[in-house]
Structures are given as structure tokens and as C-alpha cells.
């Protein structure tokens, strides 16, 4: 069992950047493939960064160059930096854990809102 709580989200202009992190317990974080989903009104949960318990990345196409996902196993938490956010980043975010070993085992955390305006 893992429990993941998510901070970091509020309000910025765009063009700004902020800060997402993910703190992990209960369970061996080394054991798990992490990621950050976000999910906008009226539309359905998408990837937006994935990072492998040995620090391999994948984005999606919309954020590349811009979101940086990174991972401390010392520290069990997962961040999401964020930079030249635009108002199509508008979402609530979510932290993901993947179990390695089985992969249809997932933990997800409360989400934290993410809103990119002027």
C-alpha cells in the first residue's frame, strides 16, 4: 500500500512557472514507476510525465521541453517543475505510482489544481 499527497498547485500567469511534488509512504518508493496525470474540466485524465524507479523519463508531446519530471528515492517523493506554463495547462494534477512487479497495481493521489490565467 502506498499513500501519495501531492502540493505545489495554485494560480500563475502564464508564461510563469511552478513547482509540483509528490511525497510517497508506505511502501518501498524504489519499488514503483512514478508519473504525473492531469485532468481538465469536461475531458479525460491524460499522461503528462512518467519517470521508471531507475530515472528513465517519457513526456507527453504537448509538454516536452517545458515540464520536468525528477524523482529522490532517498527522500520518496517525485516533482513536476513546471516552466512557460500556458492557460492549456489548466487542470488538476495527480501523482501515480505503478507497482513494477505488477503493473495493474496503481495508487493515485487527491490531485492538486493547477490554474494558468491572466
Known amino acids: 500500500q502506498v499513500q501519495l499527497g501531492e502540493s505545489g498547485g495554485g494560480l500563475v500567469q502564464p508564461g510563469g512557472s511552478l513547482r509540483l511534488s509528490c511525497a510517497a509512504s508506505?511502501?518501498?518508493?524504489?519499488?514503483?514507476?512514478m508519473a504525473w496525470y492531469r485532468q481538465a474540466p469536461g475531458k479525460q485524465r491524460e499522461l503528462v510525465a512518467a519517470?521508471?524507479?531507475?530515472?528513465?523519463?517519457n513526456y507527453a508531446d504537448s509538454v516536452k521541453g517545458r515540464l520536468t519530471i525528477s524523482r529522490d528515492n532517498g527522500k520518496n517523493t517525485v516533482s513536476l517543475q513546471m516552466n512557460s506554463l500556458k492557460p492549456e495547462d489548466t487542470a488538476v494534477y495527480y501523482c501515480?505510482?505503478?507497482?513494477?512487479?505488477?503493473?495493474?497495481?496503481?495508487?493515485w493521489g487527491q490531485g492538486t489544481q493547477v490554474t494558468v490565467s491572466s
Open positions: 501515480n505510482a505503478r507497482y513494477r512487479l505488477a503493473p495493474q497495481i496503481l495508487y
Open positions: 508506505g511502501s518501498v518508493f524504489s519499488m514503483y514507476d
Open positions: 519517470i521508471t524507479s531507475g530515472g528513465s523519463t
